[in-house]
């Protein structure tokens, strides 16, 4: 099990992100194709009993039917106002009025799978730019935690702290992890109250919303599986669907 805590560690620093990053630069391939491959690789060097322990919780956080419920395509997006790194307060309404937001919930700078979806998303920042809209990634880990995230990952938006959960909480993707899960990643070293500056084990879904100028939420998706991630090619086609071609 060592090796395999090292895995997880290891994914968490800067060096070997970079390092797969570069591995994985294949222009045909997916961010998903990405976090396969490196689902593969853990799940070879993982402890059998962690690994059903974590199989397990996210089968329990799919019955639990998070997924259809909570905010959807056609419903309005609720207000929020979250803080940068930096201190900078940022609202959904500022956010708007410039155009069409993609929301981003990721679970923290911990998370292998995260760090990769981030980074995606930052390649093709440009493009989403360029349809007209904004984009926030917003996780329940505090400022120093979501600082280390966007500088690591040389992120051109902005990364804010949802401390408690709130805007989570709001937007239904809220999961509390089951005792045996807590264990586990407690284990790996990963102590979510800390890190979130909460007194509980919770979670959100790795949700991304994109939302018409309007607040209407045009595309919502919200997976329970936290290793399935939306493709930054699918975000764009979502914004030029919304905006309509270009004159």
Same mark, same amino acid.
């Given at each position: 099990?060592?090796?395999?805590?090292?895995?997880?560690?290891?994914?968490?620093?800067?060096?070997?992100?970079?390092?797969?990053?570069?591995?994985?630069? +294949?222009?045909?391939?997916?961010? %998903?194709?990405?976090? @396969?491959?490196?689902?593969?690789?853990?799940?070879?060097?993982?402890?059998?009993?962690?690994?059903?322990?974590?199989?397990?919780?996210?089968?329990?956080?799919?019955?639990?039917?998070?997924?259809?419920?909570?905010?959807?395509?056609?419903?309005?997006?609720?207000?929020? /106002?979250?803080? @940068?790194? %930096?201190?900078?307060? !940022?609202?959904?309404? +500022?956010?708007?009025?410039?155009?069409?937001?993609?929301?981003?919930?990721?679970?923290?700078?911990?998370?292998?799978?995260?760090?990769?979806?981030?980074?995606?998303?930052?390649?093709?920042?440009?493009?989403?730019? $360029?349809? =007209? $809209?904004?984009?926030?990634?917003?996780?329940?880990?505090?400022?120093?935690?979501?600082?280390?995230?966007?500088?690591?990952? @040389?992120?051109?938006?902005?990364?804010?702290?949802?401390? *408690?959960?709130?805007?989570?909480?709001?937007?239904?993707?809220?999961?509390?992890?089951?005792?045996?899960?807590?264990?586990?990643? @407690?284990?790996? *070293?990963?102590?979510?109250?800390?890190?979130? =500056?909460?007194?509980?084990? /919770?979670?959100?879904?790795?949700?991304?919303?994109?939302?018409? $100028?309007? =607040?209407?939420?045009?595309?919502? !998706?919200?997976?329970?599986?936290?290793?399935?991630? #939306?493709?930054?090619?699918?975000?764009?086609?979502?914004?030029? $669907?919304?905006?309509?071609? #270009?004159?």
């Amino acid at each position: 099990s060592n090796s395999f805590c090292t895995l997880l560690v290891l994914t968490a620093t800067p060096t070997l992100r970079n390092m797969s990053a570069t591995a994985t630069a +294949a222009p045909a391939s997916s961010l %998903q194709a990405e976090l @396969d491959a490196f689902k593969a690789q853990f799940v070879s060097q993982a402890p059998k009993e962690a690994l059903d322990i974590m199989t397990d919780a996210t089968a329990q956080v799919a019955a639990s039917g998070i997924e259809k419920t909570g905010l959807q395509a056609g419903d309005k997006m609720p207000a929020f /106002e979250l803080k @940068d790194v %930096q201190g900078a307060a !940022h609202s959904s309404a +500022a956010l708007l009025a410039k155009g069409p937001l993609v929301v981003v919930f990721y679970r923290g700078g911990w998370c292998p799978y995260c760090n990769m979806q981030l980074r995606s998303y930052a390649k093709a920042f440009p493009q989403i730019a $360029a349809a =007209g $809209a904004s984009l926030v990634a917003i996780s329940p880990e505090a400022p120093d935690f979501a600082a280390e995230t966007s500088k690591s990952g @040389d992120l051109p938006f902005p990364v804010l702290s949802d401390a *408690g959960l709130d805007v989570e909480r709001k937007f239904g993707l809220v999961f509390e992890l089951t005792p045996e899960l807590q264990k586990v990643y @407690d284990s790996f *070293g990963i102590n979510l109250p800390a890190r979130n =500056g909460a007194d509980k084990w /919770e979670l959100p879904l790795p949700a991304v919303f994109v939302v018409g $100028a309007d =607040g209407v939420v045009a595309t919502a !998706h919200r997976p329970a599986d936290y290793t399935i991630r #939306k493709e930054p090619s699918a975000i764009v086609a979502d914004l030029q $669907a919304l905006t309509g071609p #270009k004159a």
